[in-house]
């Protein structure tokens, strides 16, 4: 009945779900360079362009390691790292009102962590995977 699971194109969907955000955000950031930077300013970073850029090529680069397996690890732990600073960054629930707001942020703090975990079992997956079969 799961027999499906086991087709590769299924595996590969999955990769390709869990990256989608990053392949999206940093494609936007790329076509759209001048909010890109004023995105960072909005946050307070420093050096905003210089972040702007770092966040395209994490983005982009680490989707492309974690879907592509080339490297699936490295991806997955840059896109895990990312993920806990920008959450820290950008998703401060407890630092707003008590109201809809907060409420928002904090699902999406929380759904970020989601992210992170998922990231981490698939480094995980990628580093034990290739230890036993080595």
């Not at 790329?30 to 966040?55: K, N, Q, R, S």
């Not at 492309?64 to 991806?75: H, N, P, T, Y």
């Not at 806990?84 to 707001?101: C, D, I, M, Q, S």
Request: charged residues 10%.
């Amino acid at each position: 009945m799961l027999a499906f699971l086991r087709a590769p194109w299924i595996g590969r969907l999955a990769l390709l779900g869990l990256c989608a955000a990053y392949i999206q955000g940093g494609l936007n950031k790329l076509l759209d360079w001048p909010g890109a930077v004023a995105e960072a300013v909005h946050f307070g970073l420093p050096l905003p362009a210089v972040v702007a850029a770092a966040t395209i090529v994490t983005e982009l680069v680490g989707a492309a390691l974690v879907v592509s397996g080339r490297l699936r690890w490295l991806g997955a732990l840059a896109l895990a790292g990312f993920t806990l600073v920008a959450t820290f960054v950008a998703n401060r629930f407890w630092a707003l009102p008590p109201g809809h707001e907060r409420f928002m942020t904090a699902n999406a703090f929380f759904e970020h962590l989601g992210l992170i975990g998922g990231f981490l079992y698939v480094a995980r997956h990628d580093l034990l995977g290739r230890a036993t079969t080595s």
